[in-house]
Structure formats: structure tokens, C-alpha cells
């Protein structure tokens, strides 16, 4: 153990963590708002198609940009649609038509029922904060900061790379290690310096590809063997794992 007990290599001087299934219990707003997109444009084909199910959330979409999962889940099934508009909120039959129905599904769910925290994740941010190691959070989603305020914990992170940022800078998506790279640039270490603390397979794959120092795979939905087969040095429940206490 190194000397901040935080479970880390003594190595590391910063820390990178995706948001949804690591900090913030919004994976399984996520899957339902997924499934409920997915399941209707599939009905709507065939309504013989097999439903889209946790392991199609896994493998195509946990992570990784929301046209991206629209384009993986769909290309897994044989299907390519046209692109579309931008924000076309209509729910078409388009890649960003799916991705804008999925997006108002999640807000919607968001704003009627707040953000859950996971407690053992609080904590370990609170412990990476007094160890005195800067955090940042790499997430995917275009709400990063409305998520992070609602969840109540902003004064623990030093900077933030959501969906926003990437579109902005051009980053591509996880399972390419862009927006990880952005997240150290920001706390101004090497990728060998920083940790990767992440609970989707593309971003434990992420963290790999950018030969980040450590990466810790959370799992929360029984993946562990997945996790470790895309890269993760280690494979925890929760965070406070690394702590030596419960979560």
C-alpha cells in the first residue's frame, strides 16, 4: 500500500474518474433509457427483434459517446442509418435522432428523481482530496456538470471533460483514450502519473490505450472478468474497497 492509503501505486499523482457507474448511480437511468430508446426503434422494425439487454449496454454503449452507442448497438444488429440532424430531438430514425430520444429520456428521469451517489465513492474522493492529489472528471455525457452539481460533490474535482469539451476540442470517444489524456493535461501530469478509475469496458480499454499508470475497474454489474480482460490492474465492487472498508 502506498503511503496515502489510497490503494494506489505510489506512483500516481493525479486521479481521473468517469462519472455514471463510478461516482454517480445514473448507469442504471442510462440502461433504462437505452432500452426503452433502443427497444422501441427496434419494435418498430421487426417487432420480432431480440430486445436490447444489459450486455448490449456493456459491449456497445457504456461510455462511450451517445452516437457512437447508437452506431455500435446498431451496427451489432446489421443496421446502418442515415446521420441525421444534431439535436433532433424527434426520436427519426436517424443516428442522432436515437441519440436526441435517449437524452430526453435520461433528463427527464434526472430532473424527477436527482442524482444518487454512491457512499463508498464520496468517501474515496474525500481521501484522494486530503492526500492532496488533484481529480478530474472524464465522462462522456454532454451533462457532466449538471450531473456533478446535483450530486453534490464539485468542490472535490479540479476539472472536468464531459461531452461538451470533447465536441468542443474534437476528442474522440472512448474506447480511444482522448478525453483521459485531456482529463491529465488539465491536472497538468503525464498519463503515467494518473489513474483511471472506470466501471465501462471502452473506458477501462481507454485507459489502457493511453498507457496510464494504473487503471481501476469498477464493477457494478458483474463484469469483472470483462474489466479485467480489457485492461484493469485491478477489479473492485466499489471504491472504498481500495480504502480497506466497506462501501
Not at 427527464?108 to 454512491?118: A, I, M, S, T
Request: with cysteine.
Amino acid at each position: 500500500m502506498p503511503s496515502t492509503g489510497l490503494g494506489l501505486p505510489d506512483s500516481v499523482r493525479a486521479c481521473l474518474f468517469d462519472l455514471d457507474g463510478v461516482l454517480t448511480r445514473t448507469a442504471t437511468v442510462h440502461m433504462a433509457a437505452w432500452k426503452r430508446t433502443f427497444d422501441e426503434y427496434l419494435r418498430s422494425t421487426d417487432p420480432d427483434a431480440r430486445p436490447f439487454d444489459q450486455e448490449d449496454y456493456n459491449r456497445y454503449v457504456d461510455g462511450k459517446p451517445r452516437a457512437d452507442g447508437v452506431r455500435d448497438f446498431l451496427a451489432s444488429r446489421g443496421v446502418t442509418l442515415p446521420e441525421g440532424e444534431a439535436g433532433d430531438a424527434s426520436g427519426a430514425a436517424t443516428v442522432q435522432g436515437i441519440a436526441a430520444r435517449k437524452n430526453v429520456l435520461v433528463l427527464r428521469e434526472l430532473d424527477e428523481h436527482g442524482v444518487e451517489v454512491y457512499p463508498g465513492s464520496v468517501r474515496y474522493l474525500r481521501a484522494v482530496k486530503e492526500a492532496g492529489l488533484p481529480a478530474a472528471v472524464v465522462t462522456a455525457s454532454a451533462n457532466g456538470e449538471q450531473v456533478i452539481a446535483a450530486a453534490g460533490f464539485a468542490d472535490l474535482i479540479d476539472a472536468r471533460i464531459d461531452g461538451v469539451v470533447a465536441a468542443r476540442d474534437s476528442l474522440r470517444g472512448k474506447p480511444a483514450p482522448d478525453t483521459f489524456l485531456a482529463g491529465a493535461r488539465a491536472l497538468g501530469v503525464t498519463p503515467a502519473e494518473a489513474v483511471v478509475f472506470e466501471d465501462a469496458q471502452s473506458g477501462v480499454a481507454a485507459g489502457r490505450a493511453g498507457e496510464f499508470g494504473y487503471v481501476v475497474g469498477v464493477d457494478r454489474v458483474g463484469q469483472a472478468d470483462a474489466l479485467a480482460a480489457a485492461g484493469a490492474d485491478v477489479v473492485v465492487p466499489d471504491l472504498a474497497e481500495l480504502l480497506g472498508g466497506a462501501s
